[in-house]
């Protein structure tokens, strides 16, 4: 809904060229939302397949077209506060979307005034009782999702939208019937192509964010991080062939359930400039120009299969990060339930623990480590036995690891 600029170069994202992203990083934040009063709403908002298009003659509208224009308003305004919480959206969006539905009906009001002599209501004379949390101009709206958690307050202007007269530097203008006469059907087609649009701009945002909570976690989770390094070329066409096929078996799938190829987005190079060490540097950048988030999120995807720059859930907190060039399992960030330690202090650990407990050689090696620590703690053995025997013991580890000694005899060495 919002058109902006990326500039790539090696694993850095430029948005507009100004704001600075790692590869892959936006796409992680998109992983991380929780989307399911969003999807809610999208799903109801479809379900009631409201009618907005104009008709000819005008008397022909139905009586709940006030209703129906209202609704869409509202969830529009929804959709685009949900946006302005998002990565880029909400550091390059500064003058967001308002009543874009009823700013382009007033484009055409004349299409609503006067079909003849009589007066026609044609659904759209807006009453302040009944709509006065939209016609004044300083109504805060705030939206929750099934958390609780609040969107921030947006003021939102609102514009009459009358049926014989529109209000402008507060005189009241009024078009005669012969004005109307000379508009034909092509107004009315012309205004019923940019609804559809509108409506279908909206549906396709929503789409483009529920497709990465349906297709892109469930490929990265279930085909794509399945061993202990970043997959090769030949194991990501692998990966990734697999998923398409099963995906094309199920013919339940919706339109966001599915990969869909970029949309909106053109492509070229262009020079970025970039300051480094107080010095302003060119750098020559693959520049694409998108139109819509899902074109970005796709090429994100794509991009970081390539580079090696691809979100990861973590095996101890559940949320996506990038696991660098390591490979890790377990992100940075602060362990639910704990001040200080990471899910890489406590996830490594719960590791160790179950590889631990499912190897009997490993088993083995720890219950003897203890045994011999406590020697060295009781001082039954000096600090240089202690080196030698544990030197010793990883060694005779690795062994029967590699199945280069028998089991019964690791487990009588390493007891020693």
């Known amino acids: 809904m919002y058109n902006f600029k990326v500039y790539r170069w090696k694993d850095k994202t430029y948005i507009n060229e100004k704001f600075e992203y790692k590869t892959g990083e936006i ?246 400039r970039i300051v480094e060490n107080k010095r302003e540097l060119p750098l020559l950048c693959e520049m694409i120009e998108y139109r819509d988030i899902g074109s970005f999120l796709n090429y994100e995807l794509f991009d970081g299969i390539k580079t090696g720059n691809l979100p990861k859930r973590c095996g101890n907190c559940g949320r996506y990060f990038l696991p660098g060039s390591a490979y890790a399992d377990f992100c940075e960030r602060i362990s639910p339930g704990e001040k200080y330690k990471t899910c890489r202090d406590v996830g490594a650990k719960k590791k160790f623990d179950e590889k631990v407990k499912s190897d009997p050689i490993w088993l083995t090696y720890q219950r003897a480590y203890k045994t011999h620590y406590a020697r060295y703690m009781k001082k039954k053995m000096t600090i240089s036995e202690f080196e030698k025997w544990s030197a010793m013991a990883i060694e005779l580890r690795a062994k029967a690891l590699a199945k280069e000694i028998a089991f019964d005899e690791y487990e009588r060495l390493i007891r020693e």
Do not use: C
């Not at 009631?48 to 006030?66: C, F, H, S």
């Open 27 to 272: 796409l992680g934040s998109y992983l991380n939302l929780n989307l399911r009063s969003f999807e809610k709403k999208h799903l109801e908002f479809k379900k009631k397949r409201l009618e907005i298009k104009a008709k000819y003659p005008v008397n022909e509208l139905k009586g709940d077209y006030n209703e129906s224009v209202w609704a869409a308003q509202k969830h529009f305004d929804f959709v685009d506060g949900f946006a302005k919480k998002l990565m880029p959206f909400k550091e390059i969006v500064n003058d967001f979307h308002a009543n874009r539905l009823i700013k382009l009906l007033n484009e055409y009001r004349l299409l609503f005034e006067y079909d003849d002599d009589e007066e026609v209501d044609a659904g759209l004379d807006f009453s302040e009782q009944e709509y006065g949390e939209y016609l004044d101009a300083d109504t805060e709206i705030d939206f929750k999702d099934e958390d609780d958690e609040e969107f921030p307050n947006k003021k939102m202007k609102s514009r009459y939208i009358e049926v014989h007269s529109h209000r402008d530097d507060k005189e009241l203008i009024v078009f005669e019937p012969s004005e109307f006469a000379q508009r034909d059907g092509e107004d009315i087609a012309e205004l019923n192509a940019k609804i559809e649009y509108l409506f279908d701009e909206y549906n396709r945002f929503a789409e483009d964010i529920l497709r990465v909570k349906y297709v892109y976690s469930d490929f990265l989770d279930n085909y794509f991080h399945l061993g202990n390094a970043f997959p090769n070329p030949h194991e990501t066409a692998e990966a990734y062939e697999k998923y398409v096929l099963e995906m094309k078996k199920d013919k339940m799938r919706t339109i966001y359930e599915r990969f869909v190829p970029t949309k909106s987005a053109f492509s070229n190079y262009g020079v970025l």
